[in-house]
């Protein structure tokens, strides 16, 4: 059966977005898609970038409920509109996003790690005066750090997030170099109850596999897991939904046999 869920989206309503939702929103309805989760970036203390100062990506929250919630009455009749939030986890600043996280009543909560030890990997800065490995360790133990000390999310968000911004992105990467720090991320999810998402976006940034790599997922099922959901990371019309016929491959060749969507934070699994 085809995916018909995009459970990773931003509008303008995201720092880094300039498309209005409406927007977004009918593009999902023309692709056939009967569900989409809105997951726009709440990043608390988000470092200012060489380019300009000051958090674009702190979250008017308010106002992306009042929109979403006209236009989930405006299009009731023809696709399933949900609230979700994609949120920033640092370790440092936990008490702050756990005070924000129970501040709405979301549907869906991605939990996810832009920025590692008040760095940004996205510049090359992250990267210098050091090996490229160990810049991914670092990302990846820094996820470690967020999940053994907060709960209060569904999914963590692309785990290997950091690879599409390295030296050499994914070429020397693989789940085995990093597997005790991967597999302990892992075990804990799970022994919390928590998903993941396979992201879609890592290929149209030139990656050889969507986020995370095929070999993580493989070894999330082997280890019992089942909760995980697909999102597109669309910033814009042209990329909602996209890869997902490949997606639903890559997951049932992991051994998966449904996807997951959440509405009011319980998880709903749907047949691939």
Known sequence: MPVTADCHLHSSFSGDSDTPMEEMILSGISRGLKTMCFTEHHDIDFPDS??????????????????????????????????????GLQSEILRKIAVYAKSYEFDFIIGSSH????????????????????????YFSSILENVKKFSNFDVYGHLDYVVRYGPNRDHNYSYEKYQDVFDEILNTLLENGKGIELNTRGIENGMKEFHPCTDILKRYRQLGGEIITIGSDAHDTAHIAEYFPLAAEILESCGFRYYTVFQHRTPEFIRL
């Open 50 to 87: 060489p380019e300009e100062s000051g958090n674009i990506f702190l979250l008017n929250t308010d106002s992306y409920l009042y929109d979403l919630a006209r236009l989930k009455e405006k299009y009731q009749d023809r696709i399933r509109l949900l609230f979700g939030v994609e949120l």
């Open 115 to 138: 920025i590692c030890h008040g760095k940004d990997p996205y510049y090359p800065a992250f990267y210098e005066g050091r090996s490229e490995e160990e810049a991914y360790r670092e």
